[in-house]
T-cell receptor, first 113, second 112 residues
Framework: DTGVSQDPRHKITKRGQNVTFRCDPISEHNRLYWYRQTLGQGPEFLTYFQNEAQLEKSRLLSDRFSAERPKGSFSTLEIQRTEQGDSAMYLC???????????FGQGTRLTVV | AQSVTQPDIHITVSEGASLELRCNYSYGATPYLFWYVQSPGQGLQLLLKYFSGDTLVQGIKGFEAEFKRSQSSFNLRKPSVHWSDAAEYFCAVGYNNNDMRFGAGTRLTVKP
């Protein structure tokens, strides 16, 4: 296992289009997190899953955002009707339940033009 | 409300010099404290973490951090910086990973 992987690494999209990102966590990890990082800021928590259950969503996650983890393995984050303010790095992380160390992927950089 | 402040946006040090990156936090209870490093185009890598016990914590790559409850600080230090340490450093506070708050980061530049 090479760690948390995210696809794509970069995405440029036009305003109003939908985009979907994928995260493959470390295989034995049951928790999966999504963060957003804008330029000059630290990561901000968006949502997390324990297995296939989405247990918490930040108020940053507007109704245009949806995340799934259908089989408790990989996860997708979809943004509908993208806006320029959605331009950011989207980071995925995974961990064991109760383990405070999360391992981060390299992120997907989204640019909305 | 919990928050993390990294007062220095950008620090430049010479290779071989010592380094201290500052972090102050506000949290309702005794927090868990973390330092992460992010190289360009990379994800975040955990350098070290503090939960309880000895207030001086050793991490990877020769880094250490000291928890000072009276000052609400968790500063990161390294006695001798290497060129490969140039990166963005983030302090974070929280209990679980879903409750983690990150600072805005400090960008470290290393002069030859």
């Amino acid at each position: 296992d090479t760690g948390v992987s995210q696809d794509p690494r970069h995405k440029i999209t036009k305003r109003g289009q939908n985009v979907t990102f994928r995260c493959d966590p470390i295989s034995e990890h049951n928790r999966l997190y999504w963060y957003r990082q804008t330029l000059g800021q630290g990561p901000e928590f968006l949502t997390y899953f324990q297995n296939e259950a989405q247990l918490e969503k930040s108020r940053l996650l507007s109704d245009r955002f949806s995340a799934e983890r259908p089989k408790g393995s990989f996860s997708t984050l979809e943004i509908q009707r993208t806006e320029q303010g959605d331009s950011a790095m989207y980071l995925c992380a995974s961990s064991f339940t109760g383990d405070t160390e999360a391992f981060f992927g390299q992120g997907t950089r989204l640019t909305v033009v | 409300a919990q928050s993390v402040t990294q007062p220095d946006i950008h620090i430049t040090v010479s290779e071989g010099a010592s380094l201290e990156l500052r972090c102050n936090y506000s949290y309702g209870a005794t927090p868990y404290l973390f330092w992460y490093v992010q190289s360009p185009g990379q994800g975040l890598q955990l350098l070290l973490k503090y939960f309880s016990g000895d207030t001086l914590v050793q991490g990877i790559k020769g880094f250490e951090a000291e928890f000072k409850r009276s000052q609400s600080s968790f500063n990161l230090r390294k006695p001798s910086v290497h060129w490969s340490d140039a990166a963005e450093y983030f302090c974070a506070v929280g209990y679980n990973n879903n409750d983690m708050r990150f600072g805005a980061g400090t960008r470290l530049t290393v002069k030859p």
